[in-house]
């Protein structure tokens, strides 16, 4: 079925572990995000990728980094995993000048 | 910068009957688009109605209905006929009219209001 991948859907790390999330979409969209959601926070925007090889950071980029490494493909790294990051983690595409967002289904990330 | 504002932590309603949810933001563009999403506990995204700014009519989807206030900036939802499968997290969501691609085009999200329908 078409849309956005995200591997893995769980994950337990520890302490000052890295870890890279996988994001994959195979509508030819160009714009791709990742978000993050935290209980009483609503989902917050850490990074962004407009176009294949750009991206930007959004409100919360502290303790991440990001990669657009084609098109179809957006992955959020975690160098050194913080108790502030036990999160859940949104992949969504969008196409330009679309309102339309397809969202992943997730990946419920626990830092201990 | 955009800001939404969601007031009701938590909202209950009795199956059949009707609920509001209310949703307020800050803006100073004039094109722009709201959005209700609704994610169920299976943490599943899923858009239930937008609606563009420019249009005085508000947007219907079967049983739920907008009230949009562009002065006040007021975006509320209406759930009418509520029923089991309505039980979720709702957010209301902001996303400038992208007429030019990039960051015009990501969402802003309020915190969330999680409604719980009883039988």
């Known amino acids: 079925n078409a849309g956005v991948t995200q591997t893995p859907k769980f994950q337990v790390l520890k302490t000052g572990q890295s870890m890279t999330l996988q994001c994959a979409q195979d509508?030819?969209?160009?714009?791709m995000y990742w978000y993050r959601q935290d209980p009483g926070m609503g989902l917050r925007l850490i990074y962004y990728?407009?176009?294949?090889?750009?991206?930007d950071k959004g409100e919360v980029p502290n303790g991440y980094n990001v990669s657009r490494l084609n098109k179809r493909e957006f992955s959020l790294r975690l160098e050194s995993a913080a108790p502030s990051q036990t999160s859940v983690y949104f992949c969504?595409?969008?196409?330009?000048?679309?309102?339309?967002?397809?969202f992943g289904s997730g990946t419920r990330l626990t830092v201990v | 910068a955009q800001t939404v504002t969601q007031s009701q932590p938590e909202m209950s309603v009795q199956e059949a009957e009707t609920v509001t949810l209310s949703c307020t933001y800050d803006?100073?563009?004039?094109?722009?688009?709201l959005f209700w999403y609704k994610q169920p506990p299976s943490r599943q995204m899923i858009l239930v109605i937008r609606?563009?700014?420019?249009?005085?009519q508000n947007a219907t989807e079967n049983r739920f209905s907008v009230n949009f206030q562009k002065a006040a900036k007021s975006f509320s939802l209406k759930i009418s006929d509520s029923q089991l499968g309505d039980t979720a997290m709702y957010f209301c969501?902001?996303?400038?009219?992208?007429?030019?691609?990039?960051?015009?085009?990501?969402?802003?999200f309020g915190k969330g209001t999680k409604l719980s329908v009883k039988p």
């Open positions: 990728s407009a176009s294949e090889g750009t991206t």
């Open positions: 969504a595409s969008r196409q330009d000048f679309n309102y339309g967002y397809t």
């Open positions: 803006t100073s563009e004039n094109n722009y688009y």
């Open positions: 609606q563009e700014a420019y249009k005085q």
């Open positions: 969501a902001f996303m400038k009219h992208d007429a030019y691609g990039g960051s015009q085009g990501n969402l802003i």
């Open positions: 509508m030819n969209h160009n714009s």
